[in-house]
């Protein structure tokens, strides 16, 4: 689901990493790490990481 969004938008704003993910329940309550990666993971894939790891 992640790389299919970032192919389809490889600079997704906050807003549209949740929506990304919407409708894909964790239990576990990671969501926040989850947008984190997600952020990350687009950076990275632009060749600019822009924070610190």
Sequence with gaps: VAVE???ANPAPGP???R???A???CRC???PNIFRA???AAEL???RPD???
């Design 15 to 17: 807003e549209e990493i």
């Design 38 to 40: 997600a952020a990350l």
């Design 45 to 47: 894939r632009q060749g």
């Design 5 to 7: 969004g970032l192919r």
């Design 19 to 21: 929506q990304g993910v």
């Design 29 to 31: 309550g990671a969501y």
């Design 23 to 25: 409708g894909n329940l």
């Design 51 to 53: 924070r610190d790891r």
